[in-house]
């Protein structure tokens, strides 16, 4: 089992910041990437970016240059740093992680509002 911890939501003013965290536990190992997706009231799931075991990252297009990943993997820790927010970037984040044997995990989302 992994189990996945986010935090670092809140409220913020359009063109601020806020750093995500996705703190991962458990079989660890069995993890093969970390992805963020986010929900936004009335819409579906979207993915947003996702970093793997080597450190590779991808990013949707409309976060990529203003959203980055990093880790600490001391910490079994991802973060999503995101600037020049956008009142569209407002909605639940929620981490997940692939798996290579078992089923993905998820965790319970951290809000992010974007007020204009």
């Known amino acids: 089992q992994v189990q996945l911890v986010e935090s670092g939501g809140g409220l913020v003013q359009a063109g601020g910041s806020l750093r995500l965290s996705c703190e991962a536990s458990?079989?660890?190992?069995?993890?093969?990437?970390i992805g963020w997706h986010r929900q936004a009231p009335g819409k579906q799931r979207e993915w947003v970016a996702r970093?793997?075991?080597?450190?590779?990252?991808n990013y949707a297009d409309s976060v990529k240059g203003r959203f980055t990943l990093s880790r600490d993997n001391a910490k079994n820790t991802v973060y999503l740093q995101m600037n020049s927010l956008k009142p569209e970037d407002t909605g639940v984040y929620y981490c997940?992680?692939?798996?290579?044997?078992?089923?993905?995990?998820w965790g319970q989302g951290t809000l992010v509002t974007v007020s204009s």
């Open positions: 997940g992680a692939a798996r290579v044997v078992g089923p993905d995990a």
């Open positions: 458990g079989s660890i190992f069995s993890i093969n990437s």
């Open positions: 970093i793997t075991t080597d450190g590779s990252t």
